[in-house]
């Protein structure tokens, strides 16, 4: 007779959960900022009045014994005269009642004095330990705001798009150490996402790119058989188009996923070159659509990957040349440093624009009169893929209706 093994027990249950942070058994003894500061704080009010107390206390002292010492009477041989050195008064004295008034006002004007020495003493010892308490004051604030810097350095170098950096802030278990601690944490997931995001583009990349590249391939094959039906020739056709503008869509789209990301290698690059070489890439559409293409091109040096600067200048150029008018059109393509920063305008003719329309043209698949992929002049990425390299190099792209019409489009990127 076999008998049935027992299931297998589970482990038991931990008895710390890692998600619930471990509270002290005394919380109130946790050296947090709040008792910290009123320890110090109050420890340096406490001093501060007793060294002031002390202080008035031995300057009230002297006061009383300069003004007790400063005071000598002398009694002549019969009894009956009282002659001062510091009160006049007693010498002329001829009976008691003018003797004691005069004593009482000689006690009065040395009282006086030493009151007034003591008043101005005191206000100079006063403004003395002012100073001392702000100076003292303003070095124990720097202290204890220095992991405030800390964490501002390190937060202003992960937006410069260096995610590896890490506050790692030692020092008492206080709130600015939890508040770094979850900065941390946060800083390392969104490195995780970044990452995440980075690998997804490169495999998306290479997924996407190869069945379209494998069908435009086999699309070509068939056209060039001479002995295809014309009406298989018509299709071919059509397949081809669809297939070279899902091409472009999959190539907007993915460079749009790239250049949303801060630009970590940067070298220096020269807009004027990029905006000549957009030019000379769009002269033969310009030549073909009766545009003309001038304008200065100035030296403007930035710190950027040329890809991508690259693409903002062809994105401009040929979205200006594409909607432009039919007859005796223009695009002027200028580059120049104007107050600190490197300049890249393109202005050009064309269709009377709204002022309300401006925010729409950069948000993608929309263009004016609310134009949708249906167009042929594009898939409707371009201007949304130079504001997303133009942020991610510093900078920013505005647009300003021309008048007349057109529009006039206006990158900016720090040098």
Aim: glycine content about 8%; some cysteine; charged content about 20%.
């Amino acid at each position: 007779m076999t008998t049935t093994p027992a299931p297998p027990q589970a482990p038991p249950k931990p008895t710390w959960d890692p998600r619930k942070p471990q509270q002290l058994p005394l919380p109130w003894l946790r050296p947090t900022i709040r008792i910290r500061l009123t320890l110090l704080y109050g420890g340096m009010f406490l001093i501060a009045g007793i060294l002031l107390l002390s202080i008035i206390y031995l300057l009230a002292a002297q006061a009383i014994r300069e003004g007790s010492g400063s005071q000598s009477f002398r009694i002549d041989g019969s009894g009956i005269s009282i002659t001062s050195d510091t009160c006049p008064a007693l010498n002329i004295a001829t009976n008691d009642e003018q003797r004691s008034a005069a004593l009482k006002a000689c006690y009065d004007t040395l009282r006086q004095h030493a009151l007034d020495g003591l008043l101005s003493r005191s206000l100079l010892t006063l403004l003395g330990l002012a100073v001392i308490a702000f100076a003292f004051g303003y070095a124990m604030a720097g202290r204890v705001l220095t992991p405030l810097g800390r964490i501002t350095r390190t937060a202003r170098a992960v937006a410069g798009s260096d995610l590896s950096r890490r506050i790692e802030l030692d020092g008492p278990d206080d709130e600015l150490k939890e508040l770094a601690d979850t900065l941390d944490d946060m800083l390392e997931r969104l490195q995780r996402a970044f990452t995440a995001q980075q690998r997804f583009v490169g495999n998306a990349s290479h997924e996407l790119r190869t069945p379209l590249a494998i069908n435009r391939t086999l699309l070509e094959v068939h056209l060039s058989d001479p002995a295809a039906p014309p009406e298989l020739q018509q299709l071919g056709k059509t397949l081809l188009a669809t297939n070279e503008r899902s091409e472009q869509l999959v190539e907007g789209l993915l460079l749009l996923a790239r250049s949303d990301n801060q630009i970590i290698e940067r070298k220096p690059v020269d807009l004027a070159e990029v905006a000549e070489q957009a030019v000379d890439q769009t002269h033969a559409e310009a030549e073909a659509k009766g545009v003309e293409l001038r304008g200065k091109r100035d030296p403007a040096v930035v710190q950027g990957n040329g890809v991508l600067l690259e693409r903002i200048a062809l994105n401009l150029v040929q979205n200006a040349v594409r909607y432009n008018v039919p007859e005796g059109g223009w695009v002027e393509v200028t580059t120049a440093v104007q107050h600190g920063q490197a300049v890249l305008v393109v202005s050009n003719t064309g269709p009377v624009v709204p002022a309300y329309e401006i925010d729409n043209i950069f948000e993608p698949f929309r263009r004016l009169r609310t134009e949708r992929t249906g167009s042929d002049k594009g898939v409707g990425l371009g201007l949304s893929i130079a504001r997303s390299v133009a942020r991610a190099h510093g900078g920013h792209i505005s647009a300003l209706p021309r008048e007349g019409g057109g529009l006039v489009m206006r990158v900016a990127l720090p040098i």
